[in-house]
């Protein structure tokens, strides 16, 4: 399931604006082709212009979101409910799993979907998200500030980052799940087991700067 909606504040028209000479969605669409048949894939949009880039890339989009679900604040966890809803109603049953990739992951690939659709199936786990080791770490350089005053957000004795617990980032590239267990706990209820990626391969697409660093290192 690739959810792709036609407004975006940062950067407009992103989601089919040319990086590095092929639409955004390309890269998450080429990603998922490399492993999964045309008809196995999801394109959840509201643009028409989104609609037709995609199936000009072999994926059909039979029904257009509706508006609703397509605002700034929507929530994933909505969009995700209603295209398993539709995806019911036309086979009689919902599937095992969503594959859930989003389309501001250009540097997440073929083979990356390929690994972490095997790690999930080995470790039979409820979800599995792509993550990357964070630079930032509550036990060291993250601060929460009370009554005016800045404290570490987790406390511990430590005094080099080299030496505190590694804090796993969400990438946003991945997400695995069992259908019947977000039914029933959604996102945040679910047990998850990690996928680690680089640095680069987790660049996450949202501020024109983002985009510049993305161009800059696919074009190298």
Same mark, same amino acid.
């Given at each position: 399931?690739?959810?792709?909606?036609?407004?975006?504040?940062?950067?407009?028209?992103?989601?089919?604006?040319?990086?590095?000479?092929?639409?955004?969605?390309?890269?998450?669409?080429?990603?998922?082709?490399?492993?999964?048949?045309?008809?196995?894939?999801?394109?959840?949009?509201?643009?028409?212009?989104?609609?037709?880039?995609? $199936? %000009?890339? +072999? *994926?059909?989009?039979?029904?257009?979101?509706?508006?609703?679900?397509?605002?700034? =604040?929507? &929530?994933?966890?909505?969009?995700?409910?209603?295209?398993?809803?539709?995806?019911?109603?036309?086979?009689?049953?919902?599937?095992?799993?969503?594959?859930?990739?989003?389309?501001?992951?250009?540097?997440?690939?073929?083979?990356?979907?390929?690994?972490?659709?095997?790690?999930?199936?080995?470790?039979?786990?409820?979800?599995?998200?792509?993550?990357?080791?964070?630079?930032?770490?509550?036990?060291?350089?993250?601060?929460? $500030? %009370?009554? +005016? *005053?800045?404290?570490?957000?987790?406390?511990?004795?430590?005094?080099?980052?080299? =030496?505190? &617990?590694?804090?796993?980032?969400?990438?946003?590239?991945?997400?695995?799940?069992?259908?019947?267990?977000?039914?029933?706990?959604?996102?945040?209820?679910?047990?998850?087991?990690?996928?680690?990626?680089?640095?680069?391969?987790?660049?996450?697409?949202?501020?024109?700067?983002?985009?510049?660093?993305?161009?800059?290192?696919?074009?190298?």
């Amino acid at each position: 399931m690739i959810p792709a909606r036609g407004g975006s504040q940062g950067i407009p028209g992103k989601n089919i604006k040319l990086l590095a000479g092929k639409p955004l969605i390309q890269y998450t669409i080429d990603a998922a082709i490399g492993n999964f048949s045309a008809d196995e894939i999801i394109v959840s949009t509201d643009s028409e212009d989104i609609k037709m880039v995609v $199936e %000009e890339l +072999g *994926i059909s989009v039979p029904k257009l979101r509706p508006s609703h679900l397509a605002q700034n =604040d929507t &929530p994933t966890a909505a969009v995700i409910e209603y295209e398993l809803k539709r995806y019911k109603e036309f086979n009689g049953t919902y599937p095992d799993h969503v594959i859930l990739l989003q389309v501001t992951s250009p540097f997440r690939n073929a083979a990356h979907l390929k690994e972490a659709w095997a790690n999930y199936q080995t470790n039979q786990s409820e979800m599995l998200v792509s993550v990357s080791a964070s630079k930032q770490n509550p036990y060291y350089n993250l601060f929460e $500030e %009370e009554h +005016g *005053i800045l404290k570490k957000s987790k406390s511990g004795n430590y005094t080099r980052r080299q =030496d505190c &617990p590694v804090v796993w980032e969400l990438n946003g590239a991945i997400y695995i799940f069992r259908t019947d267990r977000f039914l029933e706990v959604g996102i945040e209820g679910m047990n998850k087991i990690k996928y680690e990626m680089s640095e680069q391969d987790s660049i996450d697409i949202d501020t024109p700067f983002d985009w510049e660093m993305a161009e800059t290192l696919l074009n190298r």
